[in-house]
Every structure is written in structure tokens, then in C-alpha cells.
């Protein structure tokens, strides 16, 4: 378990695998926003806490399953 006080700005966030999904902008009640995606449509992404596996070294971890935006995580 983890405490969600722990999430703080500029964490990198990976999937289950360690693959790079985005950085933390901040964290809003229960949900992780992601820092803007870049191009056209600079979307805010967002990501629930309960989705988060572990905090390792610096770096959120999402539990296996969790859907990651589309043109996010690794490519």
C-alpha cells in the first residue's frame, strides 16, 4: 500500500511494466493529472489513485490493466 501523499509533482508515472505513460502536473482529490499532452489537441489526461500499483524510487507505478490514454505509454 501506498500513501497518496507520496504523488507529487513531476513523478513519472509508468504502466506495470515500467514503460513511461506521463508525468504528474498534480494530484486533484482521488485522480492523478497528467502533465498536457503536446500537439493539437493538448488533452488532460487523468488517472485514479486507486489505479496505482506502488511508488518506487521516485516513480508511480500503475497496477497491471489499467487503461492508459491513447497517446500515452510507450510506444
Known amino acids: 500500500m501506498f500513501e497518496k ?3 507529487k509533482p513531476d513523478m513519472e508515472i509508468a504502466d506495470h511494466n515500467g514503460g513511461h505513460v506521463g508525468t504528474v502536473e498534480e494530484l ?6 497528467l502533465t498536457r499532452a503536446y ?3 493538448q488533452e488532460r489526461h487523468l488517472i485514479a489513485v486507486d489505479q496505482v500499483d506502488r511508488i518506487e524510487d521516485n516513480r ?3 497496477k497491471a490493466g489499467t487503461p492508459i490514454p491513447i ?3 510507450p510506444s
Do not use: M, T
Open 28 to 33: 486533484r482529490d482521488d485522480r492523478i493529472a
Open 71 to 73: 497517446g500515452l505509454g
Open 39 to 41: 500537439g493539437a489537441s
Open 60 to 62: 508511480i507505478y500503475l
Open 5 to 7: 501523499l507520496r504523488i
